[in-house]
């Protein structure tokens, strides 16, 4: 039996995996009861994610395209590695000298082991030289790390255990529908209700688990800003703010006092949909609450964070949250729900197009000077900061804008479905496809792999081992409990040999452990410092929680941060920074032709873009549906389970209706999982994070 964690969300739940029938038999999941997060509990996701194992459509061989005679893109072949292999590299090298480094990409994803987004980070600077590199969590948590770097000076998801929620007193959960997404966490609801704490939901659908809450309010989507605007200003015009805690450990108080000053709950009312008096009511609860020293606690997740107000929202929440005097306070404060599994550890090691390994700055000379020497190369080798991945993709095969460079002309994608999960994505699906070379790494012939020149087979996540940073900052260790099939190699042994045949300086191990050691030198003074880990000691201990800085061998371990702010903000002089926010709304608003407010999200059986989920046999995957309000319904003519058509400006799709009293009558929503959802999203862009506007736009459906 090998105790691990499950290849899906962010909680990272501990479970078993037994092997039954020799190294390549069966596995089979189990409770692993002491891992504190979960406790025993997975969702069906967890327990049913053994079923890739074996599964009729993995990848065993690498696939090249055929040129066909008259020059044209023929079928995927199967090859051997070294044909692949040394395919690719040939590729990159000849566009390389004829391009420079820029024309080629790299493309990763937040559900990559921290070994495998350090390397792949230092691949791109190192073997290519290329400062185009981005990940698929850009579309994930960037808002909340935007706004968390910017005012509280750290970007940790959590900056506390998850089983803070218990101890708070009110529950403010602003765009997040955990009982449905990650639903052990849900425990935590119920245990802070069973003390007598209440939970706030802010979500456009009464969803599971705005159904557990003691207040529900259902702004329209794209409005969240302005709802964080009025309770702030209610908060400041009841005289609530704590004076002393703002004076002692924050900057930049007056100009927010200023800029809450008109809204008031009737202009919120009017902008949101959500009532004067329930904003009222949400004011009243957190006031009462802090004003006799009792704990609150506002969590966002990506509801509020995938606009293109996305990080505004999330400074606005953390205004509230200190005008409160709650960050660093036991059971109180500020945190983001991280999403996709390592999407906290995949922006800390250098996948990130700014950044380098420990949450440096690649614009940083010291930053540069301290990750070259680990990586024995001159820091003046290293590329610059690179686009944010939808600037990434939208720049593939195009010449360069007002004189700018000409994007990338090949692209390496690790671990990412883009064709499904990109927003705008029948636009991104003609860039890659006018790309000269794209190269996918997976287990299985996703969308996006199915249109590549060469797909690479690799391993699963049950079959390598690696670190994992879950959303409290716990760094953990998924440990193999199986080998992989035949002619299959781990990510790492890819990166490993494509360096080895672009002559790259410096070594590229393909021993995670070796690997993480290194990482740990590269992150030694950076802000996630992982200097003090070893496989040995969070095998021992649970996980441990960043930062957690190697020691004098004479001196005891650090013990890891499992909470941060108590003392003191991660800026230099350690006081959080009240950032004033405007609002201007979704970038698209309702109109004549789309007089609708689409929203996007996930369902529970399913994760992301579905390509391991949606091959499970034992998870529901009825495919996707459009869920609407029975008063839209009528207005359609429609009724549940038939057939509509959602357009936006940029396509549509088609799906059964699905009639529910639990949305808003002016907004539909369809989940994301399946080919569709994301050809209809807009790619409007957060100016601070580059986050996409995945979660509203202008939609009209017919029936
Ligand atoms: Fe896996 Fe997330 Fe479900 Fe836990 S909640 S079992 S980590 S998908």
Not at 371 to 397: F, I, Q, T
Request: charged share 25%; net charge negative.
């Amino acid at each position: 039996m090998t105790t691990t964690h499950c290849p899906y969300c962010s909680l990272q739940c501990g479970m078993t995996l037994t092997r039954s029938g020799g190294p390549r038999g069966p596995l089979e999941v189990g409770a692993w009861e002491s891992f504190p997060v979960n406790e025993g509990a997975l969702c069906r996701k967890g327990w049913t994610a053994a079923g890739l194992r074996g599964h009729r459509e993995r990848l065993t061989t690498p696939l090249v395209r055929e040129t066909l005679p008259d020059g044209t893109r023929g079928e995927l072949r199967p090859a051997s590695w070294d044909e692949a292999l040394d395919l690719v590299a040939d590729r990159l090298r000849d566009l390389r000298a004829a391009h420079g480094p820029d024309a080629v990409a790299v493309f990763g994803a937040g559900g990559l082991t921290n070994e495998k987004g350090y390397q792949l980070g230092k691949f791109a600077r190192v073997a290519l030289g290329t400062s185009q590199i981005d990940y698929n969590g850009r579309w994930c948590m960037s808002s909340a790390a935007s706004a968390g770097l910017r005012a509280l000076g750290v970007d940790r998801g959590l900056p506390f255990p998850l089983a803070d929620v218990e101890r708070t007193d009110v529950l403010v959960l602003a765009g997040s529908n955990l009982a449905e997404t990650m639903p052990p966490a849900a425990r935590h609801l119920d245990r802070l209700r069973a003390r007598g704490g209440r939970v706030v939901v802010l979500d456009p659908r009464r969803t599971p688990t705005a159904d557990r809450a003691d207040l529900h309010l259902a702004p329209v989507p794209g409005t969240d800003l302005a709802l964080a605007l009025g309770v702030l200003h209610l908060v400041v015009a009841a005289g609530a703010v704590d004076e002393e805690y703002v004076a002692a450990r924050t900057t930049g108080f007056d100009e927010v006092r200023r800029s809450v000053a008109a809204w008031w709950p009737e202009r919120v009312e009017r902008v949101t949909g959500v009532a004067a008096d329930e904003v009222r009511a949400l004011a009243d609860l957190l006031v009462g609450t802090a004003g006799t020293g009792g704990r609150v606690m506002v969590l966002t997740a990506r509801g509020v964070e995938q606009h293109s107000q996305g990080s505004d929202t999330v400074l606005a929440w953390i205004n509230v949250a200190l005008a409160l005097g709650q960050p660093g306070r036991p059971g109180a404060g500020y945190g983001c729900l991280t999403g996709q599994g390592n999407g906290q550890g995949g922006r800390e090691h250098g996948q990130k197009a700014d950044q380098l390994p420990g949450y440096r700055m690649i614009d940083d000379p010291a930053a540069r000077a301290h990750v070259a020497g680990v990586w024995g190369v001159d820091p003046a080798s290293l590329p610059g900061k690179g686009r944010s991945a939808y600037e990434l993709l939208e720049a593939l095969g195009q010449p360069g804008v007002d004189g700018g460079p000409d994007g990338p002309r090949a692209m390496l994608v690790l671990g990412s479905n883009i064709v499904v999960s990109a927003p705008n994505a029948t636009h991104v699906t003609r860039r890659l496809e006018s790309l000269d070379l794209l190269v996918v790494a997976d287990m299985v012939l996703s969308e996006t792999a199915a249109i590549a020149d060469v797909v690479l087979p690799v391993t699963q996540w049950s079959e390598e081992t690696g670190t994992m940073t879950n959303l409290e900052g716990r760094v953990i260790l998924r440990q193999a409990a199986t080998r992989p099939p035949e002619g299959v190699r781990s990510d790492l042994e890819v990166i490993a040999g494509l360096a080895a045949r672009l002559d790259a300086p410096g070594t590229f191990s393909t021993d995670p452990e070796e690997v993480f050691a290194e990482l740990g030198r590269a992150s030694a003074g950076g802000k996630a410092d992982y200097s003090g880990l070893t496989y040995d000691r969070i095998r021992a201990e649970h996980g441990v929680f960043w930062p957690c800085p190697a020691t004098p061998d004479d001196e005891p371990d650090h013990p890891g941060t499992p909470r941060l702010f108590a003392d003191s903000f991660g800026h230099a002089d350690g006081r959080a920074r009240f950032l004033a926010t405007e609002f201007r709304g979704a970038a698209e608003q309702p109109c004549d032709d789309y007089p609708l407010h689409l929203t996007t999200g996930r369902v529970l059986g399913q994760y992301q873009s579905g390509a391991q989920t949606r091959r499970i046999r034992d998870l529901p995957d009825d495919g996707p549906f459009v869920e609407l309000h029975p008063m839209l319904a009528r207005r359609l003519g429609t009724a549940d389970g038939e057939l509509l058509t959602v357009s936006t400006r940029r396509g549509s799709m088609r799906a059964p209706a699905r009639v529910v009293e639990t949305i808003r009558p002016d907004t539909v929503f369809v989940p994301f999982h399946w080919v569709g959802a994301n050809r209809l999203t807009n790619d409007a862009l957060d100016p601070a994070s580059r986050m996409p506007e995945f979660k509203v736009c202008a939609a009209a459906v017919t029936a």
